[in-house]
């Protein structure tokens, strides 16, 4: 499948800029998907240069580029320190992290991300081995916890009428299908904004089967942990949620923004932003890939 197909990343040259690329040094890209960021990487690094692609979705072997300096490795990135020292790497130069969900899995009808299939099955899951997908949360959930899915993660106003209504209709029968979930939100959906609520919906499934905000939360803790001293993290995000996560931790080394001062009332932080001002796309990039219109860039340094 080409990188095209698969997924255009979002913000590239301003990203591989960011990650201030040693020839010799060691990258990781925890998001590989169609491994974008990765071949521009890799087109950085010298001959002694080494880059490690994470994807947890096997869709994304098909992707491995064919390069002695290159390891696939299928996994979550929650669990980035245990990979690298199974692969022999205790610290490494720069971590990319484009949190955005592939055009792959939009497009596959069979995956269930998108609004747009009327009989896909309600999955979501990145990790095709993982034991919850969308329909188990839907069907299984009590009442109180579909809201808060829907509240936190969708920032929906109506977050608790629109799981009072999946609980009823679910009584009737499972749901299961695309269809019968739009059906169900239907009456709390404006016209005018169709698109952009069922959207949200789906945002707020996908991150709850995913756990995507636990996860986002270990990548930044561990970071700190196997950045060398300069070494670069990159974050790209697609919604509020994950942006205030990312800000907060590289301003106080903890995704609450708890801020740490010494006697003197300095803050002490392991991360020092490299851009203060969140980088996003220019009018052409958005003209081009309209789905980047959303992307924030933080990029932060390691603390010598």
Known sequence: MSENAYHIPALMAETISGLNIRPGGTYVDVTFGGGGHSRAILSHLGAEGRLLGFDQDMDAWANRLNDNRFTFVHGNFAYLKNFLRYYGVEKVDGIVADLGVSFHHFDAEDRGFSFRFDDAPLDMRMNRN?????AKVLNEYDREALANVFYLYGELRQARRIADAVVKAREQEPIRLTSQLLAVLKPFIKAS??????????QALRIEVNNEMGVLKRLLEQSVEVLNPGGRLAVITYHSIEDRLVKNFIRSGNVEGKQDKDFYGRVSRPLEAVNNKVIVPGDDEVERNPRSRSAKLRIAERVQ
């Open 130 to 134: 993982a034991t919850v997908d969308a």
């Open 193 to 202: 904004a169709e698109k952009k609520e069922l959207a949200q919906v789906f």
